[in-house]
């Protein structure tokens, strides 16, 4: 025999203004099964639970009804309120008047009908409601961060002193990301590598750290707190176990003329390399589309070169090594794969972006972007940190930086701006004067974007104390002519057109996602946005999860960002995986789909259509071990309740737990009635 | 059209200078940042006082007075650089010949008067033969403007080389032409 | 292969060198140009710079000629005129009420269905043709590839070249053994139709040109617009200082044109301002010395 209490409540004004509350509280007490019905000013309250509690037991309730506001709100407190007075939690509806009823409706008289018959549902559907219970799933207590610059390191380091094993993918043969790549950084003007490096050597060293570097995420499968992650470990060609980081193989290497990535071609490099002095692992890597002994095996040919086998003292160097799959269970993945910077050349990274044919696409002698600008100003770049001209390795005494390569540029394809440049060309005025006592800087702008702690000032330094000249403009063109580059541009500010002789041009080009990452987000079950940035849970309040639950994100493959930000969501991040390692055990709410096998015939559609792989197979066997029949069988750990496989059973065999086909019909049975 | 709860329709408002230029060209002038890149490429720039982004910047804050009578407008070449290069697509280029069709409508005794009488020779030329004669244009730009003596050394040099036709073309379906300019003329804008 | 073909006003006025050599160039290259018939103007800059909408009625009245006549495609020289059709064109392409307008506006019916080449475009598809005519390359001699800024618009459509960094001038001139040089205002300006109400634009911009393409060390200045060739040949002398050599400007096709073995009065050579002579006799000698 059922006894519902229904509790319908004022919330203030937000109900009450619209729906005659007590009316409805009237309506419900003559429902079929309705023992008690309240209406209550704030019904989230204390008093407001009290009166819930005391009802429960008073009249020995077997189901509740709160006619309130969205479940979205409250139904976690409604829920704990039968629980503590003892009953089950999932016995309790919510019947939502305020978001879909008196927020939404302005006649008294009809929304205080709808009411009504809201409540009338939720009567109906909780008499059939089932006792269920949480379902907890078992953690594994290991993270995975997928990529190893700065946020990856910041996330690694905090995962594991907050005492966790941590496994640290990195696709580079070394860690370090583009933070390795700069030479000092915003507002401090510290030297890059030196911050750096002390923390690449923690990772390094730190026990609970498994550094994998030149290594990728091959798939995924699995749900958060098991995950089952397969990581491909490219083979280096080197046995890293013996390897001492010597370099005598560099030295040997006949191939010298490898465009350097970590120099963003501004010098070479050999086959086999570390990208740069300091890297960790300080392990070397054959580049197999550059070594010429490869390249002789792939042609089939007879084996080429070899002089690195010949230099290495301890014979380190393995041209049989292969890659290797190794797989790991994870219970958590934060995703740090950093940005990618927008080309100055022709092709891009995009059908839907283009290039600046007006700027020379990238083929006029010493226009450079920003990053390459880094390689000449660090001290251990292709110039030792002396500004040089690329061409002819002269040092320009007058250079303009243009802002907003590619960003805020609708006709190029990119509508978004791409905040670290404003202060990062700030910088490199005022790392130039410090180099180049007697050289001019220029910058074309249209806003300066300094917003940090420490950002204005810094960038008014610039301009007051090392001399940089800005001109609020963008260029139309700049072309060589002879020596110089002659940059086309205006000064909206003084109204007037300007062409200024440059010796070199540094364009500020817009931060992008990285190649692949789309690819990344679809083995993780994540979203991107149109431009491949990965996309958080919520803008504002959830800014470091995905709506993959055990996915999280660090710095710049979710936006544009700086490296105190990125720090700072790293480790966000790392503190969410704490958080969500510290439980017993995971909590999962049972509104999940269930399988009825007496009537399941195994025909698997539910499987098929399920989004999420939740559906497996599962033998049924006498008690002679012979099979039966394989019917389907919900993994509650992974079904996420969307209901699709009850939609689609021919049988009816499957159903969700709370909304089972009874408990609809008996809703709309209850409107027409 | 704005209507109050009483019931009482308040008359239509005239569309803004920005709203006209919206209707005619199809772009936001808001959309303009006023980044300059327009101005920086504009081979008239030395020449006008008011540059491409000067003029969508007075279109955005609709001063039709100043502009529909500005010289400026006419100075512009047409080479369509501004339109090319601008980052948001404001389409420079359209939005001044717009203007330019507006202060012929509206403006029409401030218009610069060699430009103006060029535009005028040219077009009585089409509407005339269908085809331009170039003989004709000279002459009635000439008289128009009373530049008699302007390039008249070259018209030797022009008959001589078998550039200048002294007779003029003229085409079996003018009266098409014809209508085609009314046609336009009469179309709402 | 056969082509629609609109002069333009321009080019059987001032520009006639830029039809003769057109005409005689299409001929050696086995291309029959289909004269649309009873063309009208296509209103230039005057049109747009009044009334935006015949800007773009008039140029389309040549459009629904050609259409009606069967042909798919058309070839306009003049650069101003390929402007203002392949606007037309792209305009009605992209805006339904306007299309929806048109028939009615023109007083004929139209689909739009034209499409209107560049003698650039048109020329690069039969460069296999182009090289094996060349009978006089022109060994080496040193061009000064000038687009001007119409060819080039739409930028959207650019004439099927890259509106920034376009290429297929001189694509066209390597083929007939000339050498392009490399230089900065081939993109620019040259003033355009204000060479009569404003001659000075043109004198400051046409000389600025001039310049750049002598100091890159070009014999001659190649166009494909009478505009252009107007403010640079026939206004050379008002910006060329007493002393300076002067800097012949050829139709890209009069350029052609000769190495194809074209006969130079055929071409129309004899009638520009800036006498080519001096240079078609250094070209006779070369020629001479080479055999």
């Not at chain 1, 941590?166 to 890059?192: A, N, R, W």
Request: charge should be neutral; charged fraction near 25%; hydrophobic fraction near 40%.
């Amino acid at each position: 025999m059922a006894r519902i209490g229904v509790f319908v409540c004022h919330c203030g004004e937000n109900i009450g203004r619209t729906v005659d509350v007590p009316s409805v509280a009237r309506a419900a007490q003559g429902f079929p099964g309705v023992v008690v019905s309240k209406d209550n000013k704030y019904t989230c309250s204390e008093p407001g639970q009290a009166i819930i509690r005391e009802a429960i037991r008073e009249h020995m309730l077997t189901g509740v009804v709160i006619a309130a506001c969205s479940p979205h709100m409250h139904e976690r407190t409604f829920r704990r309120v039968c629980a503590s007075a003892g009953l089950n939690p999932f016995l309790c509806e919510i019947a939502n008047i305020r978001e879909h009823c008196s927020w939404i409706h302005e006649d008294r008289g009809e929304a205080t009908a709808k009411a009504i018959d809201l409540v009338r549902l939720a009567v109906e559907k909780v008499k059939r409601n089932i006792p269920l219970e949480t379902i907890s799933i078992p953690i594994e207590r290991k993270a995975l961060v997928i990529g190893g610059g700065i946020a990856g390191i910041q996330a690694a380091l905090d995962i594991a002193d907050g005492g966790r094993e941590v496994i640290l993918v990195e696709k580079e043969p070394s860690i370090g990301g583009h933070m390795s790549q700069l030479s000092e950084t915003f507002p401090t003007l510290d030297c890059s590598q030196c911050i750096l490096t002390p923390r690449m050597v923690e990772v390094a060293q730190h026990p609970r750290i498994r550094l994998m570097t030149y290594s990728e995420v091959e798939s995924v499968d699995g749900y958060v707190g098991n995950f089952d992650v397969t990581i491909r470990k490219k083979a280096r060609k080197v046995d890293a176990t013996i390897c001492t980081g010597c370099g005598a193989c560099m030295t040997a290497c006949v191939q010298r003329k490898v465009s350097n990535e970590f120099d963003e071609g501004l010098s070479k490099r050999t086959a086999i390399y570390t990208p740069f002095p300091q890297a960790v692992p300080n392990i070397p890597v054959i580049d197999q589309m550059k070594c010429l002994r490869i390249l002789s095996q792939k042609k089939g040919k007879q084996d080429a070169c070899g002089k690195c086998l010949d230099a290495c003292a301890i014979g380190a160097i393995r041209f049989d090594q292969e890659d290797e799959l190794v797989t790991e269970k994870v219970g958590a993945i934060v995703v740090a794969t950093g940005y990618s910077l927008y080309s100055i050349g022709k092709e891009q990274d995009s059908p839907d972006i283009s290039g600046y044919g007006e700027y020379g696409y990238g083929t006029i002698p010493d226009v450079i972007d920003g990053m390459q600008f880094e390689r000449l100003a660090s001290a251990s770049g292709p110039t030792a940190g002396k500004i040089l001209r690329p061409s002819d390795g002269k040092e320009p005494k007058r250079i303009v930086f243009l802002q907003c390569i590619g960003s805020r540029d609708r006709a190029k394809g990119i509508d978004y701006c791409s905040k670290i440049c404003c202060m990062y060309v700030a910088k490199h005025t005022m790392l130039y004067r410090h180099k180049v006592h007697d050289g001019q800087a220029t910058v074309f702008y249209m806003d300066v974007r300094a917003n940090g702690k420490g950002y204005d000032e810094f960038t008014r330094r610039a301009i007051e104390e090392d001399g940089a000249v800005y001109m609020r403009g963008r260029v139309s063109r700049m072309y060589r002519d002879g020596d110089v580059i002659k940059v086309v541009g205006f000064d909206t500010l003084a109204g007037e057109p300007v062409t200024i002789d440059a010796d070199m041009v540094v364009l500020a080009t817009a931060i992008r996602p990285r190649p692949g990452i789309k690819d990344l987000a679809q083995k993780l079950s994540i979203s991107y946005d149109k431009h491949g940035f990965l996309n958080e849970a919520h803008p504002k309040l959830r800014p470091v999860e995905t709506n993959t639950a055990g996915v999280f994100l660090a710095g710049a493959c979710q936006a544009p960002r700086d490296i105190p930000d990125t720090v700072a969501t790293a480790s966000s991040a790392a503190a969410k995986v704490l958080g969500l390692f510290s439980q017993e055990s995971l909590e999962r709410e049972p509104t999940v789909a269930r399988v009825d096998i007496s009537h399941c015939a195994g025909c698997f559609t539910c499987e098929r259509v399920c989004p999420y792989g939740a559906i497996g197979h599962r033998e049924i066997r006498d008690r002679q071990g012979r099979l039966i029949k394989t019917v389907a069988d919900v993994n509650p750990g992974v079904c996420q309740g969307c209901g699709t496989c009850q939609a689609t059973c021919p049988s009816k065999s499957v159903e969700l737990m709370g909304f089972t086909d009874e408990q609809i019909f008996a809703e709309v049975n209850a409107i027409l009635a | 059209m704005a209507s109050t709860e009483g019931g009482v329709k308040e008359a239509p408002r005239a569309r803004t200078l920005s709203e006209e230029i919206y209707r005619r060209t199809g772009r936001q002038p808001a959309r303009c940042y006023q980044c300059g890149k327009c101005s920086a490429g504009c081979p008239m720039a030395e020449e006008t006082e008011l540059r491409p982004h000067d003029i969508l910047r007075m279109v955005g804050l609709n001063q039709a007075d100043r502009l529909l009578t500005a010289k400026s407008l006419w100075l512009c070449a047409g080479c369509e650089t501004c339109t090319a290069r601008c980052p948001n697509d404001c389409d420079p280029a359209s939005v001044i010949d717009e203007l330019r069709s507006m202060a012929v409508a509206k403006q029409p005794d401030t218009l610069p008067r060699n430009l103006m009488a060029f535009h005028r020779s040219f077009l009585d030329q089409i509407r005339a033969h269908g085809r331009i004669s170039e003989l004709g244009l000279m002459v009635s730009y000439k008289l128009r403007t009373g530049s008699l003596f302007q390039d008249a050394t070259a018209a030797p040099g022009m008959v001589t080389r078998g550039k200048l036709h002294l007779g003029a073309p003229s085409i079996s379906g003018v009266e098409e032409v014809r209508a085609i300019f009314k046609a336009c003329e009469e179309e709402e804008r | 292969m056969t082509i629609g073909y609109y002069p333009g006003c321009s080019l059987h006025g001032t520009g006639r060198e830029y039809d003769e050599s057109v005409r005689a160039v299409a001929g050696a290259l086995g291309l029959t140009l289909r004269e649309i018939d009873d063309w009208s103007c296509c209103g230039a800059t005057s049109a747009h710079s009044v009334n935006p909408l015949l800007a773009v009625v008039l140029p389309a009245r040549n459009l629904a000629l050609a259409e009606s006549a069967g042909m798919t495609d058309v070839l306009t020289p003049c650069a101003a005129c390929y402007n203002r059709l392949a606007r037309s064109e792209h305009a009605v392409a992209t805006n339904p009420e306007l299309a929806e307008k048109m028939p009615r506006l023109l007083g004929r019916p139209f689909s739009n269905s034209v499409h209107v080449r560049t003698v650039l475009d048109v020329l690069r598809e039969s460069l296999p043709v182009i090289k094996e005519k060349t009978v006089q390359p022109l060994k080496g001699m040193k061009v000064a590839c000038y687009y001007g800024c119409l060819l080039l618009r739409p930028a959207e459509i650019a004439g099927g070249d890259d509106p920034e960094s376009p290429t297929f001038m001189e694509e066209i001139v390597k083929a007939i053994g000339a050498e392009p040089v490399t230089w900065n205002l081939r993109m620019d300006c040259c003033g355009g139709s204000m060479s009569i109400p404003h001659a000075e634009s043109v004198v400051r911009l046409s000389r600025a040109i001039l310049e750049d393409a002598r100091s890159a060390g070009a014999e001659a200045l190649v166009v494909a617009c009478p505009m252009c060739h107007s403010n640079l040949d026939f206004r050379q002398q008002a910006y060329t200082n007493k002393g300076e050599t002067t800097l012949p400007v050829l139709y890209l096709t009069e350029l052609l044109g000769l190495a194809l073995g074209l006969n130079a009065e055929s071409l129309g050579l004899k009638r520009h301002f800036v006498s080519p002579a001096p240079m078609l006799e250094r070209m006779a000698v070369a020629a001479k010395e080479a055999v």
